[in-house]
């Protein structure tokens, strides 16, 4: 018993399957050494005995600004209140106009972990960007809110109500091309803008292939629905007025689904929660023929055979009065 | 003492290893466990495995993105992969941004229209993106599926669904139509990043629905 406990506990003391938080390699080596600081770049003095480092760096003295070095070599600086790098250029000893920095800069509130804290991952496929910090984001590289970001992301989206429709061009270049100005810039065709979802393939392309779309025209021009239902089609272009009046059709066709009919009566509504359904009583068995088992359409045809009949013995009638 | 030995000799084969919960994930096709369909079923022809730049470091930020590309049709990025094997590998977010300035110039066509997200826990905003049909592209740390051997990883792949059940990813390490990971919501933000992600959308549209009458 007492083997088994000490076993137990050299096993547990040898770390060998204990993970540390830090990941697989468990924690940061010992004697890591933060970087120099440095901001004047003739002071700078590589320490050779360390491994290099590669990141940003905290001013030691001025809150807000980071040296960036890549392997001891000191690349620019940057200023979180002013959200601008400048990168230092060591033979002439100048810094350069505002530029973009070479890796994602520290956000005002977002930490800034030191050397001895970034622990690798065991494998990187090409990823520079590591997470701390505040929640950020941008549209086309201008920072913006999450909510203005969802609205980028909605707009001329093709939502479950929303009502745009989809014009697909498929041909060669050239024609595709006619199209796709047309849309862009005929007069007929602007106050349709926005309301149409516009794509352009040439007849290969996969999107068009897989999909089974006719794609010989020159070009081949589809309106359809958001669901996928062909409201138009034409196979070649025949000029942005008549497009105009094509797509005016379809927004009628399309909105048509939606439309009120005036003549719907809402107490003519079934509600099948409400409505008694008679038993069915057998008749008993010897009873004489059953009149109900009659469709009517042979009640109306009978009705129609009585009425001839009549009608002929009413000729008949009056060709013997002449005689 | 057989006895003692044999609870020690259990001890030694049991890992006390806790940073990994046991994990209901599954590599499948373009349908959930449960039948759901994905919102972006990307063809197999247009999977992108992953390549290294001029000095061999990853390209995955932008071979995301290029998957991005082809479901969403923005010529400017279609084949950004390839284009960045010419320069350093790595990406960030300023970077990516600079590269996409740099591409679209060096093309002639003006720039798409993108949302970056950075350090957020903000699923509600990726079920949009994907349930409007934009193919997402986020960071990863470990695959709950076991590729990697359960490392931890420094990784950028790419999600074309997400909704109250389920999260599908498409790693350009293992691109394939039949080799999506399916995992839950919770599970996905375990592995994505636990502090939080950097995800990217490009905002143009999905490709057009199959024509019906």
Same mark, same amino acid.
């Given at each position: 018993?007492?083997?088994?406990?000490?076993?137990?506990?050299?096993?547990?003391?040898?770390?060998?399957?204990?993970?540390?938080?830090?990941?697989?390699?468990?924690?940061?080596?010992?004697?890591?050494?933060?970087?120099?600081?440095?901001?004047?770049?003739?002071?700078?003095?590589?320490?050779?005995?360390?491994?290099?480092?590669?990141?940003?760096?905290?001013?030691?003295?001025?809150?807000?600004?980071?040296?960036?070095?890549?392997?001891?070599?000191?690349?620019?600086?940057?200023?979180?209140?002013?959200?601008?790098?400048?990168?230092?250029?060591?033979?002439?000893?100048?810094?350069?106009?505002?530029?973009?920095?070479?890796?994602?800069?520290?956000?005002?509130?977002?930490?800034?972990?030191?050397?001895?804290?970034?622990?690798?991952?065991?494998?990187?496929?090409?990823?520079?960007?590591?997470?701390?910090?505040?929640?950020?984001?941008?549209?086309?590289? =201008?920072?913006?809110?999450?909510?203005?970001?969802?609205?980028?992301?909605?707009?001329?989206?093709?939502?479950?109500?929303?009502?745009?429709? =989809?014009?697909?061009?498929?041909?060669?270049?050239?024609?595709?091309?006619?199209?796709?100005?047309?849309?862009?810039?005929?007069?007929?065709?602007?106050?349709?803008?926005?309301?149409?979802?516009?794509?352009?393939?040439?007849?290969?392309?996969?999107?068009?292939?897989?999909?089974?779309?006719?794609?010989?025209?020159?070009?081949?021009?589809?309106?359809?629905?958001?669901?996928?239902?062909?409201?138009?089609?034409?196979?070649?272009? =025949?000029?942005?007025?008549?497009?105009?009046?094509?797509?005016?059709?379809?927004?009628?066709?399309?909105?048509?689904? =939606?439309?009120?009919?005036?003549?719907?009566?809402?107490?003519?509504?079934?509600?099948?929660?409400?409505?008694?359904?008679?038993?069915?009583?057998?008749?008993?068995?010897?009873?004489?023929?059953?009149?109900?088992?009659?469709?009517?359409?042979?009640?109306?045809?009978?009705?129609?055979?009585?009425?001839?009949?009549?009608?002929?013995?009413?000729?008949?009638?009056?060709?013997?009065?002449?005689? | 003492?057989?006895?003692?030995?044999?609870?020690?000799?259990?001890?030694?084969?049991?890992?006390?290893?806790?940073?990994?919960?046991?994990?209901?994930?599954?590599?499948?096709?373009?349908?959930?466990?449960?039948?759901?369909?994905?919102?972006?079923?990307?063809?197999?022809?247009?999977?992108?495995?992953?390549?290294?730049?001029?000095?061999?470091?990853?390209?995955?930020?932008?071979?995301?993105?290029?998957?991005?590309?082809?479901?969403?049709?923005?010529?400017?990025?279609?084949?950004?992969?390839?284009?960045?094997?010419?320069?350093?590998?790595?990406?960030?977010?300023?970077?990516?941004?600079?590269?996409?300035?740099?591409?679209?110039?060096?093309?002639?066509?003006?720039?798409?229209?993108?949302?970056?997200?950075?350090?957020?826990?903000?699923?509600?905003?990726?079920?949009?993106?994907?349930?409007?049909?934009?193919?997402?592209?986020?960071?990863?740390?470990?695959?709950?599926?076991?590729?990697?051997?359960?490392?931890?990883?420094?990784?950028?792949?790419?999600?074309?669904?997400? !909704?109250?059940?389920?999260?599908?990813?498409?790693?350009?390490?293992?691109?394939?139509?039949?080799?999506?990971?399916?995992?839950?919501?919770?599970?996905?933000?375990?592995?994505?990043?636990?502090?939080?992600?950097?995800?990217?959308?490009?905002? !143009?549209?999905?490709?057009?629905?199959?024509?019906?009458?």
């Amino acid at each position: 018993m007492r083997c088994f406990i000490a076993a137990l506990i050299a096993l547990t003391l040898s770390g060998a399957y204990v993970r540390s938080q830090w990941g697989p390699r468990g924690c940061p080596p010992q004697g890591a050494v933060a970087p120099v600081l440095h901001y004047q770049p003739v002071q700078y003095v590589q320490q050779s005995s360390r491994q290099t480092f590669t990141g940003w760096s905290p001013h030691p003295d001025k809150a807000g600004q980071y040296a960036y070095y890549e392997a001891d070599r000191l690349i620019g600086l940057y200023c979180t209140e002013r959200e601008t790098f400048w990168r230092w250029d060591s033979r002439s000893q100048t810094w350069s106009e505002p530029c973009n920095p070479p890796a994602s800069p520290p956000c005002p509130h977002r930490p800034i972990e030191s050397f001895t804290a970034q622990v690798p991952p065991d494998k990187d496929f090409g990823m520079g960007w590591r997470a701390g910090g505040e929640e950020c984001y941008y549209v086309n590289g =201008r920072k913006v809110s999450r909510r203005q970001a969802i609205e980028a992301i909605e707009a001329e989206s093709l939502t479950d109500d929303s009502n745009l429709r =989809r014009v697909t061009v498929i041909g060669p270049d050239a024609d595709r091309k006619q199209v796709i100005d047309a849309l862009n810039t005929a007069p007929e065709l602007q106050p349709f803008k926005g309301q149409l979802v516009v794509q352009s393939y040439a007849p290969d392309h996969w999107a068009i292939v897989d999909s089974n779309f006719k794609r010989d025209g020159k070009p081949t021009v589809y309106i359809q629905s958001r669901t996928g239902k062909v409201l138009h089609r034409q196979d070649e272009w =025949r000029g942005a007025a008549k497009f105009a009046e094509a797509l005016k059709r379809s927004d009628e066709s399309v909105n048509a689904v =939606r439309k009120a009919d005036p003549t719907y009566d809402s107490s003519k509504d079934p509600d099948l929660n409400k409505q008694v359904i008679p038993p069915i009583v057998p008749k008993p068995d010897g009873g004489g023929f059953d009149w109900s088992k009659i469709p009517g359409g042979t009640w109306v045809m009978l009705g129609l055979a009585v009425a001839l009949v009549f009608v002929l013995l009413q000729k008949g009638g009056p060709v013997h009065a002449a005689r | 003492m057989r006895y003692y030995a044999a609870l020690l000799l259990f001890f030694l084969t049991v890992p006390l290893d806790y940073s990994q919960t046991p994990s209901g994930a599954k590599v499948g096709g373009n349908v959930a466990p449960d039948g759901t369909e994905i919102h972006c079923d990307l063809p197999g022809s247009q999977h992108l495995q992953n390549k290294g730049g001029s000095d061999g470091a990853g390209l995955c930020v932008f071979t995301s993105v290029d998957h991005a590309a082809r479901w969403q049709n923005v010529p400017a990025l279609i084949g950004f992969r390839d284009y960045m094997t010419r320069y350093p590998g790595g990406g960030w977010p300023e970077k990516l941004a600079k590269y996409i300035t740099k591409i679209c110039k060096e093309r002639g066509v003006p720039e798409p229209r993108y949302v970056q997200i950075e350090n957020s826990r903000d699923l509600d905003i990726l079920r949009l993106a994907t349930k409007t049909g934009r193919f997402v592209s986020i960071t990863y740390e470990r695959s709950p599926t076991g590729r990697y051997n359960g490392q931890r990883i420094a990784h950028m792949v790419s999600v074309p669904h997400v !909704d109250d059940k389920w999260v599908a990813v498409l790693d350009n390490n293992y691109p394939g139509p039949d080799r999506y990971e399916w995992m839950t919501p919770d599970e996905f933000l375990r592995v994505c990043n636990p502090k939080g992600f950097w995800a990217v959308v490009l905002l !143009d549209n999905p490709p057009p629905p199959p024509p019906r009458n």
